[in-house]
Structures are given as structure tokens and as C-alpha cells.
């Protein structure tokens, strides 16, 4: 009987030992797996009355800046080739007709681009180190020279030359009056733009006109007066070419690209005779 009862504290005491030694082992992998990063749940599909946690954090891409700084759409020379000067954000990569070119500390970059007689897309694309890009695109115009005009030449006469009679003497008359020159016109030293919007509330694909008026210093109209508009929607800069002045008066129109709502800003710029002047607008696209 007492062979029987040890056998029994002895089991007892085994199962107890066996307990202890579970509990550590699953005491020491629990703290394992905390040091490591703990559990990690889908807190992501839950019920109407359940809280999502998401800790994931987004990268915020700030906007890629990408300026003509010495051209406008548009532009017009005579010249064989032209220096392209565009600003964007420091450390882009950047290409000028798909040629890669260097960006400076200051963001700027440029090219020297030969241009062909009429029309010359001009292409400027940016990249930044998260691999998003940009595009711009511009026009410029390469006029033509005028052809030189060339003398037709004498021929040489190797005939005896022809003795001329000698002029008849006519008698001598009293000479005309010299005319008294004509005042000229007061040069321009100052302009005066001023602009009207037809329609300050257009809807998408609406169009909107600008009639302008350039005045010089006398508050004269101005004849030949060139510049151009540049509207900042919110799908990006447009820049239109402003009709030469007409007694002082011109006008354009544009439509209200999609994607665009809002308040819009817009400058004008007008230019004669080496004077510039601007004006700012705004409209409103319902």
C-alpha cells in the first residue's frame, strides 16, 4: 500500500513539473515574439461598428515645376538658332527634343537649338526622383530673311562713244519755294493698357473674349502695339498671341478648357517701340 501511494506522488509531481516547465516555454516564446515586432493583425476589413487602424504612411509628391523662362508659345525670330532657358526643380533630370541636359543648383537648364525656316516645336520634359514627369511644349517661328537684291550690271561698250549735241540753255527761272517741313509726330514714351472681359462667368468649352485698348503718354491710340495673354487654369499655364493694335483697339478670344473650375487668373502683356505694360484679369468657370 505504501509502494502504491509513492508511485502516485511521484506521478503527481512529474505532471507538475511538466506544467512549470510548458508555462516558461511559452513565457519565453511570447517575449520572443514581442521583441520581434509583436502580432500583427488586418485591422483593414471590419464591421460598421469596428475602428480600422491603418499606420501606413503615403509619400506626398510636391508638384513639379517646369517654366519657359526666356520663351512664350508663339515666339517669332530671325535668327538661325536660339539659347532655351527653362526652370524646374533641383535634382529633375531633364531633356531639351529629347536630348538630356544638365540642371544646375539653381534649377535651371538650358540649350543652344538651331531652328529650320517656319514652324519649331520646342519640347521640354522633367523627371524627378520619385519617377513622375512633365511636359511642356512650345512654338517657335523662324521668319524668313529677305533675298538680297541684286544690281543688274552695266555692260561694257566697247563701241566709240556717241558725241551728244550739247544741251540747249534754257533761260534761268526763278527756283521754286522749298517746302516747309512738316512737324512730326510726338514720340511714344509711356503706355496705357486697359481691358474688358465679355463673359467673367463662362461654363466649360464657353468662349471668353479680351478687348484691350493701348494708349501711349497722350492718351493717343496706338497702331501696331503687339503682346500676348497667358491664363493660369488649374490644368496648367496657356499662353495666346495678342493681335496687333488697330488705332489702339484689339481683342481675343479663348475657350474654357475641361478639367477647369473655379477662380482663374490671367495677365496681359502689351509692347511697342521697346515700352511694355501688363494688366492682370480674372474670371470665374461654373
Not at 527653362?86 to 544646375?104: C, E, F, M, Q, R
Request: hydrophobic letters at 30%; aromatic letters at 6%.
Amino acid at each position: 500500500m505504501k509502494t502504491t501511494e509513492n508511485e502516485k506522488n511521484l506521478k503527481h509531481g512529474y505532471l507538475f513539473l511538466t506544467s512549470i516547465l510548458l508555462v516558461l516555454f511559452s513565457f519565453s516564446l511570447a517575449t520572443e515574439i514581442y521583441l520581434k515586432g509583436g502580432f500583427k493583425f488586418d485591422f483593414n476589413k471590419t464591421d460598421n461598428n469596428e475602428i480600422t487602424t491603418d499606420n501606413s504612411t503615403k509619400d506626398e509628391h510636391p508638384e513639379i515645376t517646369l517654366e519657359f523662362q526666356n520663351l512664350t508659345d508663339g515666339y517669332k525670330t530671325k535668327e538661325a538658332s536660339i539659347t532655351v532657358v527653362v526652370l524646374t526643380n533641383t535634382g529633375n533630370s531633364a531633356w531639351l527634343n529629347s536630348a538630356k541636359v544638365d540642371v544646375n543648383q539653381e534649377g535651371i537648364f538650358e540649350q543652344k537649338i538651331n531652328l529650320i525656316t517656319g514652324q519649331n516645336e520646342i519640347i521640354a520634359e522633367v523627371e524627378n526622383a520619385n519617377g513622375d514627369k512633365k511636359q511642356k511644349r512650345i512654338v517657335v517661328t523662324r521668319e524668313e530673311e529677305p533675298k538680297p537684291t541684286i544690281e543688274p550690271q552695266t555692260p561694257t561698250n566697247t563701241q566709240k562713244p556717241v558725241v551728244q549735241p550739247e544741251p540747249k540753255v534754257e533761260p534761268k527761272t526763278d527756283p521754286k519755294p522749298t517746302p516747309e517741313p512738316q512737324p512730326q509726330p510726338n514720340p511714344i514714351t509711356g503706355l496705357k493698357l486697359n481691358c474688358s472681359i465679355t463673359n467673367t462667368q463662362p461654363s466649360v468649352g464657353q468662349n471668353v473674349s479680351l478687348d484691350c485698348t493701348v494708349k501711349d503718354q497722350n492718351a493717343n491710340g496706338v497702331n501696331g502695339a503687339t503682346g500676348s495673354v497667358t491664363v493660369n487654369w488649374q490644368s496648367g499655364s496657356a499662353n495666346y498671341n495678342l493681335p496687333s493694335s488697330n488705332n489702339g483697339s484689339t481683342s481675343i478670344s479663348f475657350t474654357v478648357p475641361a478639367g477647369n473650375s473655379g477662380k482663374v487668373s490671367g495677365n496681359i502683356r502689351a509692347s511697342k517701340d521697346g515700352l511694355t505694360v501688363n494688366s492682370n484679369f480674372s474670371i470665374t468657370v461654373l
